[in-house]
């Protein structure tokens, strides 16, 4: 059974960087796209991008100059970093596992809140 | 961006009901749709992938339609354990977008 975990700091700081990992079992992390998507009241779901072994990424151009996403095969887990985080980017934060070559999110993690405040 | 909108934004129906939503794009996105259900605090739930397939596990009464820039999804039968909240997404183009949801309750 394929599971996704997110872990990470519950709040951070205005201009810091948010750092989340996701850590997933039952699969490996070298098959499969990976995507980070978050969720806030005020924009609904939000996609931020995926990863894919090998180092290939694709980036909401909405946050594409502040986001950098990674894959630790050894550790199976990939990971997001969010710098110069706002207000704005309060949300909760997602991981997920696409469909194959289809981009449809099949299996999340349950999710991570992160708040952005001093 | 593709800007995806959903109608109706909020529904009550009975038990039994038989309920269509419907997803609109603001450009042809091909059958690239999605869609989803999430429950309160849970994360998403894939339905139906590719506008008319149905995702592995998911209940028959689930069904989806529509090409171009206009889609459904439809309850056959509406049933308790189906209050929750509908969201589309497209893939034809990057980056991904999501319909704004439609929030589902009983009568």
């Known amino acids: 059974q394929v599971q996704l975990q997110e872990s990470g700091p519950g709040q951070v700081k205005p201009s810091e960087t948010l750092s989340l990992t996701c850590a997933v079992s039952?699969?490996?992390?070298?098959?499969?796209?990976w995507y980070w998507i978050r969720q806030s009241p005020g924009t609904g779901l939000e996609y931020i991008g995926y990863?894919?072994?090998?180092?290939?990424?694709n980036y909401n151009p909405s946050l594409k100059s502040r986001v950098t996403m990674s894959i630790d095969t050894s550790n199976n887990q990939f990971s997001l970093e969010l710098n110069s985080v706002t207000a704005a980017d309060t949300a909760v934060y997602y991981c997920?596992?696409?469909?194959?070559?289809?981009?449809?999110?099949?299996?999340w993690g349950q999710g991570t809140t992160v708040s952005v405040s001093s | 961006d593709i800007q995806m909108t959903q109608s109706p934004s909020s529904l009550s129906a009975s038990v039994g009901d038989r309920v269509t939503i419907t997803c609109q794009a603001s450009?042809?996105?091909?059958?690239?749709l999605n869609w989803y259900q999430q429950k309160p605090g849970k994360a998403p739930r894939l339905l139906i992938y590719d506008a008319s397939n149905l995702q592995t596990g998911v209940p028959s009464r689930f069904s989806g339609g529509g090409s171009g820039t206009d889609f459904t999804l439809t309850i056959s039968s509406l049933l308790p354990e189906d209050v929750a909240t509908y969201f589309c997404q497209q893939y034809d183009n990057f980056p991904i977008t999501f319909g704004p949801g439609t929030k589902m309750d009983i009568k």
């Open positions: 450009q042809d996105i091909g059958n690239y």
């Open positions: 990863i894919y072994y090998g180092g290939r990424t």
């Open positions: 997920a596992r696409g469909l194959g070559v289809i981009n449809a999110f099949n299996i």
């Open positions: 039952g699969v490996s992390v070298s098959t499969y796209y």
